[in-house]
């Protein structure tokens, strides 16, 4: 997967929970590297921070409905 494009809605939920977590965890130190190298020096697509950033947010979204779907059970 390129790392501007976007994550689907139907590849999240098809994800299981562990991979979830592992894909957070993994795109979080994408996106610090990410913006380490912005800092450092110019970046040729600045948006991909951007495309990170929502991606993160996305997975764990799905995560947190994921959790309190087994609670109410």
Known sequence: MGINKKINHEDIKQ???EDLVVKIATDKAEL???KFGHAVTTLDNPGSIRVKRRDI???NTELTNRKKENKAK
């Open 57 to 59: 947010a996305r997975l």
């Open 32 to 34: 610090n590297k990410i």
């Open 15 to 17: 994800m299981v929970t």
